[in-house]
C-alpha cells in the first residue's frame, strides 16, 4: 500500500480539541503521533484475527541487528485516535490508558501483543520505525499496518418448541436464541436434511443476540438444526420434533356420566359399611343383653322384648335361642 498522507491523524483532531479548550497534555501526547505528509514509504499491510480473551500479536516490520539496540530507533504503534506504545531511545515514553497492562512489545522485533484481546480492541494498527541517523535527525525506516478483526464466540443455540393450538393441530412455533457474538451472523436451518429460513431478529447493539423463529407443520418426528455462522465460525445445535399425539380422553375433563356412575358406586359401598355396622352392632347387642337375659318361659315375656331389641336379625337369634 502506498502512503502519501495522513491528513487525518489524532493531530488534526487534537488541535480541533486544543481549540474546544482541552488542556495543553493532551496536544503533547498528540504529538506522539508520527505525520508524513509526503512519505514514499510503501506500508505493508496484514489482516490479524483473535478471538476475545485471548493473547494476540502484532508484528511490526524491522528486526533490531544484534549489533544495535531499541537506543537507537523510535517505534510508533498507534491507531488513528490513539498512541498505543511509543518508544524513545529504549524509553517507554507513553502507553495509552486503553491499552495499559495489556500491551508488552518485544525489543528486537518490535512485535507488540495485545492480552487479553477485547472487542474494543478491533482497529487498524499502524507500527512505525524510525531510525537515528549519523546526524541528529530520524529517518523513517519501515511501516507496517496491521489490522485487527476482533471474533466473540456466539453461545450454543437454544432450541425451544411451543405448540400453539390445542392437541390434533401439527403447528409448531420454533425459536433458536444465541448470545454475545461478533461478528454478525448468518442463521441457517435444516429440517431432515432439507434447509428452511428462519425469521432472525438481532440485538442493535454488539455483542449482539440472535433470536431465530420459524413456524412448522410437525406431521412426523423431525430433527430440527440451527446453525449461528460468524466469521469462519459457527455453532449449532439439534432439536428433535415429535409428531404430535391424538387428544387422549385421559387429558379431558370427565363427563357427567362418569362423576355419577362414581356417585352410584360411593353410595353403594356406604350402604354396605352401613348394614354392616348395623349387623356387628346388632350381634353386640345381642351378646350383652340376649345372652344374659334369663330365658323367658312366658310367651308374653317374648313378645315384650321382641320389641325391646330391635332388627329382624335379632329376633331370629332370639327366638333360636328360647327354643
Ligand atoms: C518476535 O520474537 C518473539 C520472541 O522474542 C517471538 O516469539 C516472535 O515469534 C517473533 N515475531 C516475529 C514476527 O518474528
Ligand atoms: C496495572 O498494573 C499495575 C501493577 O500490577 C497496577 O498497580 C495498576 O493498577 C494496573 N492498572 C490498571 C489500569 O489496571
Ligand atoms: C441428505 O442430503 C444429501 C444431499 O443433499 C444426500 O447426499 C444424503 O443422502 C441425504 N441424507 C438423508 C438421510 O436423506
Ligand atoms: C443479550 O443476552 C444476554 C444474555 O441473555 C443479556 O445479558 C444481554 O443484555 C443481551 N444484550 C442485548 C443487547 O440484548
Ligand atoms: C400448517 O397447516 C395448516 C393447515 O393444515 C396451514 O393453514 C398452515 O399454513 C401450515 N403452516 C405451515 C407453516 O406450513
Known amino acids: 500500500m502506498e502512503y502519501k498522507s495522513s491528513t487525518k491523524t489524532g493531530c488534526v483532531a487534537g488541535a480541533e480539541l486544543m481549540r474546544s479548550g482541552v488542556t495543553l497534555k493532551r496536544w503533547f501526547w498528540c504529538g506522539l503521533f508520527v505525520l508524513h505528509f509526503v512519505s514514499l514509504v510503501s506500508a505493508d499491510e496484514i489482516r490479524i484475527k483473535a ?40 524509553d517507554l515514553l507513553k502507553r495509552s490508558e486503553k491499552y495499559v497492562n495489556r500491551t508488552k512489545m518485544d525489543q528486537n522485533n518490535l512485535t507488540m501483543s495485545l492480552f487479553p484481546v477485547k472487542l474494543s480492541d478491533k482497529d487498524q494498527y499502524k507500527c512505525i520505525v524510525q531510525q537515528k541517523g549519523s546526524t541528529a535527525g530520524y529517518h523513517v525506516l519501515c511501516e507496517k499496518i496491521v489490522l485487527l478483526d476482533v471474533v466473540v464466540d456466539y453461545s450454543k443455540p437454544l432450541i425451544s418448541a411451543d405448540i400453539q393450538s390445542p392437541c390434533g393441530s401439527s403447528e409448531v412455533m420454533v425459536t433458536c436464541l444465541s448470545h454475545g457474538g461478533y461478528p454478525l451472523p448468518r442463521v441457517s436451518g435444516v429440517l431432515n436434511n432439507e434447509s428452511v429460513e428462519w425469521s432472525t431478529e438481532i440485538s442493535k447493539t454488539s455483542p449482539y443476540n440472535v433470536t431465530a ?74 351378646h350383652v343383653q340376649c345372652s344374659h337375659y334369663p330365658v323367658p318361659q312366658d310367651p308374653a315375656v317374648v313378645t315384650k322384648m321382641k320389641k325391646d331389641v330391635s332388627g329382624d336379625l335379632c329376633e331370629v337369634t332370639l327366638e333360636a335361642a328360647s327354643d
Open 213 to 286: 423463529t420459524l413456524q412448522l407443520n410437525v406431521t412426523d418426528d423431525s430433527t430440527l438444526t440451527c446453525i449461528i455462522e460468524y466469521d469462519n465460525f459457527e455453532v449449532s445445535s439439534n432439536y428433535t420434533l415429535r409428531k404430535q399425539n391424538e387428544c387422549l380422553p385421559l387429558l379431558t375433563p370427565p363427563s357427567h356420566g362418569v362423576i355419577i356412575a362414581c356417585l352410584v358406586l360411593i353410595c353403594i359401598f356406604l350402604v354396605a359399611i352401613i348394614l354392616l355396622l348395623k349387623y356387628v352392632w346388632c350381634r353386640a347387642r345381642e
Open 51 to 90: 478471538k476475545v480473551g485471548e493473547s494476540v500479536f502484532l508484528p511490526c516490520c524491522h528486526e533490531i541487528p544484534s549489533t544495535k539496540s531499541l537506543h537507537d530507533y523510535r517505534v510508533y504503534w498507534q491507531t488513528d485516535q490513539d498512541v498505543v506504545l511509543a518508544y524513545s531511545s529504549g
